[in-house]
Every structure is written in structure tokens, then in C-alpha cells.
């Protein structure tokens, strides 16, 4: 048993890093909310914090090799490959990285705020559990797009009964809670909050599905050893592959990557997200925080700026992009889901004791009905993948 974990040590470790990170994050991210509930200025200060620490970490692998051993290949811009000195170190912006990173970086807005909003009204335990019945959707998209998915038989049919039914007994239950009146509980029930929590899943799934196809780093083949890779990775693809293996050699005589290194990525998703809310903040947030700032205008709304929040928030989130784009690039995409909806488990369980208030019966069994569905619907997907293997 050991022996056979022993390749995937490093991927538990980061999975554990991940799931504390984000735990700790989303806290921050509430407590930011609390005192100061703009979401769009959270999340533009997240992109632009996130595209700096980005650009510092690019200029500290072009300078230090060590740095820069020490990730896996397609963290960073490939600065010396393949026969050619990439002298630049941040990628130059191109068409081809406008039109790869512009969905994502959809993404990433309509999600930050959707996600923001929904944190900033109802408890972080509410959120993060709407989010664990994503795989449901990704199967209606999976149906939708035409993509190859799970079978649909009675033990997947449980297995999603199961997270829905888990999801509503925590939901109801923190809603008990906030009916109370609990001291500890800042935010208060809403449907709008709710509704907020389900479109930002809704974007999440999205952004899975679209994500692991940019993110799988392929670096230029020049052996069939490598055109055969290309082959088991279009077979991982979540969305179809179109070129042939004629079109895919003539592609990669370009200087061009296929696919860009994980850091290009996070800085361009980062500024397209940036440009696409920055009008909606100009016109919704940017009043009242010049009022605040600069006239000393005191509102109900902005209780304080937690600046040192803002930084703290914005360091966890980077390294929160950091380990996700690894993992994203590593596994496949259904380990990379189950992976991330454990991570809501995590924050789940994690946000119920930074609240204090008593954890009922019916909250753990909610929280166990989520984790028997996943692991019944990962159990699904192993045996399609086992099925798939034999028939190949």
C-alpha cells in the first residue's frame, strides 16, 4: 500500500496545504465581508494583488534557477528550451493568449462576485455546501456538450440524492441558526444569498470543465513518445479535440506554446478579470470608498477598510491559484472535482468551529450524507475508467 502511494505523496501534501489555505481564506474572506461588504473591491484588489505577486515570482525563477527547479515544469515560462533563450520575463500578451485566458477570466469575475456576495450574506458553511452539488451539474453539461460521462444507474442516482439531500440539511440548519439570533452569526438567511451561492457553483462548474483542458501544461513534442502523450491526453480532455495528429505536428512548429506555463495564465486571467468589473466598481463601490477615504464620510455599510485583511486575504488566495493550478495540471478531471469538493468539506467543517456555536446532530449528518455521495460518485467513475481501459 505504501509503495503505491508513495508516487502521490506530494499530491496529498498539497491537497492538505489546499484544504487549510482555504479554510483559513474563506475565514478571512467573511471577516473582510463583515467589516467592509463590497465584493467587487475584494475582488479586484484579489486580481490585481494576485497579478503582482505573479509578476514577482516570474522575476525571482528568471534570476534563480533553484526557484525555478523547484516547481514542475510548466509553472514558469519556459525560459531556456528547446534550443531557443526566452530573454522575456513575463510572456508577451498575443491574440492566442487573449482568446485562452478571456473565458477564464469571465469566469473568474462573474464567480468572485457571485461567490463574494453570497459570503458577505449568509454563513461560509451555506456557500461552500451549495458548492458540493456541482458534480450534478457537471454531468447535465457533460450531456449537454456531448461529452462522454457517467452512465446513469441507481448507484449514481443515490449518490447525487445523497449530496442533495446533505446540502439541504446543512442549509436549513444554518438558517436555524441565524433564525436564533446567534451573536456569532454576523450575516443573516437570505434567498438572494442562497441564489448567489448556486450561480457562483454554476461558474464553478464552468470553469472546471473549461480549465482542465488550459491548464494540462503540454510542452513542445519532438518524438512520437510525445505524440502518443498527446493521444491519452486528448482521451483526458474534458471538451473534444479537433486537430489530427498532421495539424497538431504543423502547431507545434510555431515558437508559440500550445499551452501556456501556469503563472502566464494567472497574470493575464487576473488583469482580464481586473478590466471586466472594473467598470461595474467604478460606478457601485468606488463612491463609497472615496467618501470613506478621503471625506470621512462614516456609512453603515463600510464599518472600517481591514487593509491588513485585504493583504492576508490576497496571500492566501494566490497560494490557494498556486496549488490549484498544479493539481489541475497533474490529475485528471475528476480527480481534480472530488478533490476540490472535499476541499468544501474542509472549509465546512472548519467554518463551523470558527463560528462557536454548538455543531447539532443533524449538521454532522449532513456533512456525512455529502461525503458518502462523493465517495460513491468517485466509486462510479473509477469503474467507468477500469471499464474503459479493458475495452481499449
Known sequence: MLVRLRPYVHIIILCICW???????????????????????????????????????????????????????????????????????????????????????????????????????????????????????????????????????????????????????????????????????????????????????????GQNIYGKKVFTYKSNPTDIDNLRNYDSQKADSPLPVYADKKEYKEEYRDDEPVTYDKLTLMIYISLVGFCMSFGWFIMLELPLIWGYIFNGTSTELIKCMPWKLYFLNGTFHFLQAMITFYLMGEVSTLTYSIANLMKRIAIISVSWIFVGRMITFHQVFGLLLNVFGLFLYERCSSQRKKFKGRME
Open 19 to 205: 484544504y487549510a489555505i482555504s479554510s483559513f481564506a474563506s475565514q478571512v474572506t467573511k471577516q473582510v465581508l463583515t467589516l467592509c461588504p463590497l465584493p467587487l473591491f475584494l475582488g479586484e484588489f484579489q486580481f490585481i494583488y494576485t497579478a503582482l505577486l505573479a509578476a514577482i515570482s516570474c522575476n525571482i525563477a528568471y534570476y534563480s534557477s533553484r526557484f525555478c527547479a523547484f516547481f514542475p515544469k510548466g509553472t514558469f515560462p519556459q525560459y531556456v528550451s528547446h534550443g531557443y533563450a526566452n530573454r522575456k520575463i513575463i510572456t508577451r500578451p498575443t491574440k492566442k493568449i487573449f482568446i485562452t485566458v478571456l473565458p477564464l477570466g469571465i469566469f473568474q469575475f462573474v464567480g468572485k462576485y457571485f461567490g463574494h456576495t453570497a459570503t458577505s450574506i449568509v454563513p461560509v458553511s451555506t456557500v461552500a455546501s451549495i458548492k458540493t452539488l456541482s458534480p450534478i451539474f457537471i454531468l447535465i453539461f457533460q450531456k449537454l456538450l456531448g461529452l462522454k460521462t457517467l452512465a446513469l444507474d441507481s448507484i449514481l442516482y443515490f449518490s447525487l440524492g445523497s449530496l442533495i439531500t446533505g446540502v439541504w440539511i446543512i442549509v436549513n440548519e444554518d438558517n436555524k441558526a441565524t433564525k436564533k439570533g446567534n451573536d456569532l452569526m454576523v450575516a443573516t438567511y437570505s434567498t438572494y444569498g442562497i441564489i448567489c451561492a448556486i450561480i457562483s457553483m454554476f461558474i464553478f462548474v
